[in-house]
Every structure is written in C-alpha cells, then in structure tokens.
C-alpha cells in the first residue's frame, strides 16, 4: 500500500460514516445527500492530486475543480471534473459492482486514467482551444454533431487508443480529451509508442499548443458546480433503479426499422441457404460467456450493456430464422466485430447513459 493510499484510507477512517458497515439493503435507502461525502477525503483524492501535480509540472497553471456527482463527466462551459459517488469510499465502490457488475474507475489507475481524459475537456474549456483555427484543422469542429452512422475503425491509427471503445474516433472534442490524456504521458512513451502513425502529428500538435498556453492563466474561471450530491434527494436505489432499467429497456434494434438486420445478415445467412448450418441463436447462446469477456476486457463497456447487446442480437437472429455461414472457428470473430458495432452505435446514439 503506497503512503498516499494509507493517508485516504486513515481520512476515511476518521470520518466515521455512520453508513459505512450498513448492509446493501439499509445501504440503498440512503438519499445521495445523506451520504455527506467530502472529495477531499474520498478515496479518489490521491489521484486528483496527482492529476494537479502532472498539470504544474508541465506548466499548466490550471486545477480544474472537482466535485462528487452520480457520474463521470466534464460540463459544456464549467472547466472542472464531476467524479462519481462510488469513487469516493470503498464501501460504495462495492454497492457499485454489485449492482451493475462493474465499477468505471476501479482501481488507482483507472481512475487516473479518466480523470486525464476529463482534464482534456476542462482545460479546453478553460482556454476556448477549440475555438482556435489551429484546433479546428486538426481535429475539426467541435459543433460537429455526432454522425448517424458512426462505427469505429479499431485498426486506425489516426487516433490514440486510451479509454475503451476507441472512444476518440467518436467525436472532435473525444478526440482531444484521448490525446491529451495521452499526451500527460512521458513525452519518450507516447513518441515510442505512437511512432509512425498518423496520430502522432495531434500529439505533437498539442505539445506545441500546451508549450503555448503554458504559463497563462485560464481564460474561464467558471466554478459552478452541476448536479452534486449535496442537492440529490435521490436514493441509492432509485438511482440504481433507473440505471439498470435504461440497459434493460434499450433495444439493440428498433422493432419497426430493424435497426441491425443488415449486419447480422453479413454475418450470418438464412436457414435456406444453408439448411444444415448451426442456428445463429443457438452459437450466440452457447459462446455468450466468451463473448461477453472479450466485449469487458477489450472494448471496455459496461457488463449490463454486453449482456443486452448479446441477448437481443440472439433473439433477433432466432426470428429471422439465420444459421452460421462458416464454421464455429472462423465465426468466432465476425461474431463479436458484430456485437462491437452494435455497442458502438448504442454508445454514440445514448452517449448520456454509457459514456464519460
């Protein structure tokens, strides 16, 4: 245990929340205004500070304040970093995994990993970056809307890979936020490692731009603060409630325009052209749990997502009736770039619900 972690962990001790050995079902009928959290002696704490301490050191007199929301985000206008409840105290962390099976910013460097990103977003906040030529040029504009038919290029190498899901081929602004996490890495890494590809030239462009600003105090100096947990009234399983029920509700596919029938008949084909072949349903049933493991650990989505996307791909594979065009081996990958696809286009069409 690092001495960084023993002092949070000391601070979390000595602010004796008298909720901290509640069992999940007292637990989940506190409203998140009861919690009375304090970031600075959450457990998140370290990594803000280490977030600071990699800003100074490159110059950066910018600290984007930080606040305990229900989510992860950065606001359109406010320069500062909304971090969850459940980053907060371990106890919450666990209530998280249980519920929805996952919990975004697990560990040291997860956390560290997200708030790099969202330090992106404040800090262009802070200086209107994207309101710069240069910016635009290389990333373009950051009023682009989110395109209809968004699907992600996992072999380019136009963009820095940080965050799952290839996250910042998603948007102008996403693209940013991912380079300059990166770019907070040791200037050697992030050359070494982005060597010959074309997303090198944003790194260097934004090494430029942050040797520029470097110094200069922010332009705004918003310090609101949206949606703390000190003004929600919400329980913890209200909220848990809603979370779970917008994967739930969600359909893959809408029922009146069969959203992804073109793309599971790429992958798969009909029973009559092949009517000894493996019923798609039935493949996606059996290798679920494979297929779930690798959308978790590769792609980086929420196991609640996973789960949903796989279920409603079988059924809508059962109900056109599709086999397997090729054997069990060689499907196996085809199989899950569908699931990917399907997840990716969820991600960009809900982005409120499952992304940063």
Same mark, same amino acid.
């Given at each position: 245990?690092? $001495?960084?972690?023993?002092?949070?962990?000391?601070?979390? $001790?000595?602010?004796?929340?008298?909720?901290?050995?509640?069992?999940?079902?007292?637990?989940?009928?506190?409203?998140?205004?009861?919690?009375?959290?304090?970031?600075?002696?959450?457990?998140?704490?370290?990594?803000?500070?280490? &977030?600071?301490?990699?800003?100074?050191?490159?110059?950066?007199?910018?600290?984007?304040?930080?606040?305990?929301?229900?989510?992860?985000?950065?606001?359109?206008?406010?320069?500062?970093?909304?971090?969850?409840?459940?980053?907060?105290?371990?106890?919450?962390? %666990?209530?998280?995994?249980?519920? &929805?099976?996952?919990?975004?910013?697990?560990?040291?460097?997860?956390?560290?990993?997200?708030?790099? @990103?969202?330090?992106?977003?404040?800090?262009?906040?802070?200086?209107?970056?994207? #309101?710069?030529?240069?910016?635009?040029?290389?990333?373009?504009?950051?009023?682009?809307?989110?395109?209809?038919?968004?699907?992600?290029?996992?072999?380019? %190498?136009?963009?820095?890979?940080?965050?799952? @899901?290839?996250?910042?081929? *998603?948007?102008?602004?996403?693209?940013?936020?991912?380079?300059?996490?990166?770019?907070?890495?040791?200037?050697?890494?992030?050359?070494?490692?982005?060597?010959?590809?074309?997303? +090198?030239?944003?790194?260097?462009? +934004?090494?430029?731009?942050?040797?520029?600003?470097?110094?200069?105090?922010?332009?705004?100096?918003?310090?609101? !603060? !949206?949606?703390?947990?000190?003004?929600?009234?919400?329980?913890? %399983?209200?909220?848990?409630?809603?979370?779970?029920?917008?994967?739930?509700?969600?359909?893959?596919?809408?029922?009146?325009?069969?959203?992804?029938?073109?793309?599971?008949?790429?992958?798969?084909?009909?029973?009559?052209?092949?009517?000894?072949?493996?019923?798609?349903?039935?493949?996606?049933?059996?290798?679920?749990?494979?297929?779930?493991?690798?959308?978790?650990?590769?792609?980086?989505?929420?196991?609640?997502?996973?789960?949903?996307?796989?279920?409603?791909?079988?059924?809508?594979? #059962?109900?056109?009736?599709?086999?397997?065009?090729? *054997?069990?081996?060689?499907?196996?990958?085809?199989?899950?770039?569908?699931?990917? %696809?399907?997840?990716?286009?969820?991600?960009?069409?809900?982005?409120?619900?499952?992304? +940063?």
């Amino acid at each position: 245990m690092s $001495a960084t972690t023993h002092r949070t962990d000391m601070a979390l $001790a000595r602010r004796g929340y008298r909720w901290d050995g509640a069992d999940d079902a007292d637990l989940l009928r506190l409203r998140f205004c009861d919690l009375r959290l304090r970031v600075r002696d959450s457990l998140v704490w370290p990594e803000v500070e280490r &977030m600071y301490w990699e800003l100074e050191r490159r110059g950066i007199h910018f600290r984007p304040h930080v606040w305990l929301s229900t989510e992860w985000f950065s606001p359109d206008g406010v320069p500062g970093i909304a971090v969850p409840f459940y980053a907060a105290h371990p106890r919450l962390a %666990r209530i998280e995994r249980h519920m &929805m099976g996952e919990i975004e910013g697990g560990t040291s460097r997860w956390r560290l990993r997200i708030l790099r @990103h969202e330090a992106g977003h404040a800090l262009d906040t802070a200086y209107g970056l994207r #309101r710069r030529a240069d910016w635009r040029a290389v990333f373009g504009r950051a009023s682009t809307p989110y395109p209809g038919d968004y699907s992600a290029r996992p072999g380019s %190498r136009r963009y820095v890979l940080h965050l799952g @899901h290839w996250y910042a081929q *998603s948007h102008p602004t996403e693209d940013f936020a991912e380079t300059f996490a990166v770019w907070m890495q040791p200037k050697a890494r992030w050359k070494r490692e982005y060597a010959g590809w074309p997303a +090198l030239r944003k790194l260097e462009y +934004l090494d430029e731009l942050m040797h520029e600003i470097a110094g200069c105090p922010p332009r705004n100096h918003d310090r609101s !603060i !949206i949606a703390p947990l000190s003004d929600n009234h919400r329980t913890l %399983r209200e909220h848990y409630t809603r979370r779970r029920a917008s994967y739930e509700t969600y359909e893959p596919y809408e029922p009146s325009e069969h959203r992804y029938d073109a793309w599971l008949q790429r992958v798969f084909i009909s029973r009559a052209s092949r009517s000894n072949g493996i019923p798609a349903s039935r493949y996606i049933r059996e290798t679920e749990r494979q297929l779930r493991r690798a959308l978790i650990r590769h792609v980086g989505v929420n196991p609640y997502l996973a789960d949903h996307a796989i279920e409603r791909l079988r059924q809508r594979a #059962r109900q056109l009736d599709l086999v397997l065009r090729d *054997s069990r081996r060689q499907s196996s990958r085809p199989v899950l770039r569908l699931l990917e %696809r399907v997840i990716l286009d969820v991600l960009r069409r809900n982005r409120e619900k499952y992304v +940063l």
